[in-house]
């Protein structure tokens, strides 16, 4: 069974400061995807990493999947109230191509 | 564009009630189509998906049930609730056989079973 951990489990910062999320595994994916979700609302998709070592950034936020496609980290700069919410990676399933295993979650929440 | 309806968004149903969670999709044809439930901010546990009409994998035994009766429909039953069945169940499609094709979902339904 592939699991995905995700740590911290919950965090919370103030406006400004830098964080890490990390997503691990014992198992290798093809890809990870990163999602956050709002309270009441469903995950949206940040941003799918392919290819290990890859790192992609969007805005303040900073993705790499790790070398041995094994792992992810989210990075956060100059973090912003608007950052909070739950931060959920995911990986195709192994044997198919219609499933997603999904991470723990990691709540973070920002105040001014 | 596509979009995806899930309704209601907040339920409240006593134990032993039926369940009927219904969700549809629009703008885009055979769908691959996922029930989730989560825990209070938690994780995503896949509950059922579909490929096509008629065509449901369940994951979890439990007390649900889902049905595919159109290509862009997806429906999650009960026919007794039970205590443990509350939740946030979000439905979700994708574009299918794309190994790193995102979920798109919509925006879950809150179920408290009293």
């Known amino acids: 069974t592939q699991l995905l951990e995700q740590s911290p489990q919950f965090l919370s910062i103030q406006e400004g400061e830098n964080l890490t999320v990390y997503c691990n595994s014992s198992?290798?994916?093809?890809?990870l995807q990163w999602y956050r979700q709002e309270p009441g609302e469903g995950p949206v998709l940040l941003v799918t990493?392919?290819?290990?070592?890859e790192v992609k950034k969007l805005k303040r936020l900073t993705f790499q999947f790790g070398d041995a496609r094994k792992d992810s980290s989210l990075h956060i700069t100059a973090a912003q109230p608007g950052d909070t919410g739950l931060y959920l990676c995911?990986?195709?399933?192994?044997?198919?191509?219609?499933?997603?295993?999904f991470g723990t979650g990691t709540r973070l929440q920002v105040t001014l | 564009s596509q979009t995806i309806h899930q309704w209601p968004a907040t339920l409240v149903q006593p134990v032993g009630s039926p369940l009927s969670l219904e969700c549809t999709v629009e703008?885009?044809?055979?769908?691959?189509l996922y029930w989730y439930r989560q825990a209070a901010g938690r994780g995503l546990q896949l509950l059922f998906y579909?490929?096509?009409?008629?065509?449901i994998s369940s994951e979890v035994p439990q007390n649900l049930s889902a049905s595919r009766p159109q290509d862009r429909q997806f429906i999650l039953s009960s026919k007794k609730l039970l205590l443990s069945d509350s939740g946030f169940y979000l439905c979700?499609?994708?574009?299918?056989?794309?190994?790193?094709?995102?979920?798109?979902f919509g925006n879950g339904t809150r179920l408290t079973v009293t």
């Open positions: 703008g885009t044809s055979n769908p691959n």
């Open positions: 979700a499609w994708s574009y299918p056989g794309q190994l790193s094709s995102p979920l798109h």
């Open positions: 990493v392919v290819t290990g070592g």
């Open positions: 198992s290798v994916f093809s890809s």
């Open positions: 579909s490929v096509g009409i008629g065509q």
């Open positions: 995911a990986g195709p399933t192994t044997g198919t191509a219609s499933k997603l295993t």
